[in-house]
């Protein structure tokens, strides 16, 4: 795909969210969550998806081949790595795209170089050979140099030009470690724009990560030398420190159009929206003063702001919030409140709900209005996040739980657990009530998974707040997060560590007991 001469002012929106922010470790979605997520970013306007790297393993191919079968208007695109097998196989997943692209890569700094064990001669044989094979399956090719940014100029030149004369069309610049700095970012760009024969006959794309907090200046910087596609991840998503932010970028090139005079197909009112939704599949939680959608992003505390903000909101405030999708907050719901002002509320929030699904988000929302006096915005998008996962139809789940905690412990939790439809009764002690707790599902259910986070946030202020709880369970290679919401901190987290058990039992189920993921991208073949 090359954007139209006469549009240089229009940057692509490439989002990685479902490949380089999925392979992060404890980051693994569901496959429907992957179809989920893909179907707003394609409502989005997200110009190309990398949906899933499709050799990694059964269920990366099954939701890549979902997901280009399933969009409407984004190409579809898949990552393979410099060998005919990769690329064979990311072709049968995306080739059911009305608009495909293969995307394949190579390590092209002298570290990478020597993992595969290639000298510069052998390595630019081999990116031939291969981007000239994929594109005689696909007529949209994009190549990766990984690690470019800390490739040898000269080299990078003369690979960057043996991609596009074997059929890429466009050409991405990973700065795969966030290692370089926003005017190096451009002169890498413009360096090649310059050098290499035929660069004016595809399109350039910038791929930053975050590791020295440089990753959206380093895209911007890209673009401004010429790039024309930028790559980047909801919520920065992403291994390490992660990708670039597509909300951060987007919104950039919007409010400062004055210095940054470029256009992106984005529905910027989507992306609140979509930023809770990845960080509910995901697992990663927004830091509370992330740019753009962390949730002080719009919030004025000191009384000077307060004063600004009342007399005019641009004193303070560069964006408008409904500009991202956040609606006027905190207009507190009861346990009065009726069935027809929860579905006008959840509509301002995002959530489009069925008759069946709104009877059971209304029962819920009853009980939490019994134990909660008012139930605010944000109480009714974690009941949201919390229903969509502890479902009834769950191997595990919770039915009772009642702990006792005293200053002289140890703590004792009674649980009562439904397995496979059966409930089981044990009591159990530990250093804590959240540790007796936990033990008691170990002795009800004994795994060998092993904790790898725990995190608990308040979702509002007050002492009747719900907590949200995350759990991270690592077994066999295997990761899973659980979520979930309660007012009650232990039911929370006692939910959270089922909820990941469940995950973890629902993808041993599906790859027969074998690795889920049998290869990653870092593997080079
Ligand atoms: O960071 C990186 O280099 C990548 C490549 C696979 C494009 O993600
Ligand atoms: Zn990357």
């Keep these: 795909m090359t954007t139209d001469p006469r549009d240089q002012d229009r940057v692509l929106i490439f989002d990685t969210t479902l490949r380089d922010g999925e392979q992060s470790p404890g980051a693994t979605m569901t496959h429907d969550e992957k179809l989920e997520i893909a179907q707003l970013l394609d409502e989005m306007g997200v110009d ?25 208007n984004a190409v579809i695109c898949g990552l393979a790595r410099a060998n005919l097998n990769d690329i064979d196989r990311c072709w049968d997943a995306v080739r059911h795209a009305r608009r495909p692209r293969i995307h394949t890569f190579i390590g092209t700094s002298p570290l990478h170089r020597a993992i595969p064990n290639l000298d510069m001669d052998q390595m630019a044989e081999r990116i031939h050979a ?7 399956l696909c007529d949209n090719v994009q190549w990766s140099p990984m690690d470019a940014t800390r490739t040898e100029p000269d080299y990078l030149c003369r690979v960057v030009e043996i991609a596009i004369r074997a059929g890429a069309t466009t050409i991405n610049i990973p700065d795969t470690v966030g290692y370089t700095y926003p005017s190096e970012s451009a002169s890498i760009i413009r360096m090649l724009r310059e050098r290499v024969p035929g660069a004016d ?10 590791d020295l907090g440089m990753a959206t200046a380093n895209a911007l910087a890209a673009v401004e030398a010429g ?20 909300e951060e970028v987007v919104m950039a090139m919007r409010v400062r159009n004055d210095i940054l005079p470029f256009r992106t197909g984005i529905d910027t009112t989507r992306i609140m929206n979509l930023s809770r939704r990845v960080a509910q599949v995901s697992g990663f ?71 069946n699904q709104l009877n059971d988000v209304f029962v819920r ?52 657990l439904a397995i496979e439809g059966r409930d089981h009764s044990i009591d159990a002690t530990g250093d804590g009530p959240i540790d007796a707790a ?72 599906k790859t027969g007991g074998g690795d889920a993921r049998e290869v990653s991208y870092r593997d080079i073949a």
């Design 48 to 72: 190309i998806i990398e949906a899933g790297f499709p050799i990694a393993s059964e269920g990366d191919f099954a939701a890549v081949s979902e997901i280009a079968r399933r969009a409407q």
């Design 130 to 136: 291969t981007v000239t094979h994929a594109r005689n």
């Design 201 to 210: 006959t595809i399109v350039f794309a910038t791929h930053c990560h975050n």
């Design 227 to 246: 790039a024309r596609q930028i790559e980047c991840t909801i919520n920065g998503l992403g291994e390490r420190a992660g990708n670039t932010a597509l």
């Design 285 to 355: 939680p927004v830091q509370f003063n992330k740019a753009i959608v962390g949730k002080n992003a719009f919030l004025h505390e000191s009384g000077i702001h307060q004063d600004g903000v009342l007399k005019n909101v641009a004193t303070f405030e560069i964006m408008r919030p409904e500009d991202i999708g956040l609606v006027a907050k905190n207009i507190a719901m009861g346990k009065h409140s009726g069935r027809a002002a929860l579905r006008a509320k959840m509509r301002e929030l995002g959530f489009d709900l069925g008759e």
């Design 365 to 416: 929302f009853k009980a939490l209005a019994d134990r909660k006096k008012e139930v605010y915005d944000d109480d009714l998008i974690a009941l949201m996040a919390d229903t969509a996962t502890n479902t009834d139809s769950d191997l595990l789940q919770v039915r009772r739980l009642r702990v006792v905690c005293g200053t002289d412990g140890p703590q004792e939790a009674e649980l009562t």
């Design 438 to 509: 936990f033990n008691a599902v170990r002795m009800l259910w004994p795994h060998k998974a092993r904790l790898q986070l725990y995190q608990v946030h308040a979702v509002t202020e007050g002492t009747d707040a719900q907590a949200t709880v995350s759990v991270r369970l690592e077994e066999d290679g295997r990761i899973a997060t659980g979520q979930a919401a309660d007012t009650d901190t232990v039911v929370a987290s006692v939910k959270a560590y089922v909820n990941a058990l469940n995950r973890l039992a629902a993808r041993r189920a």
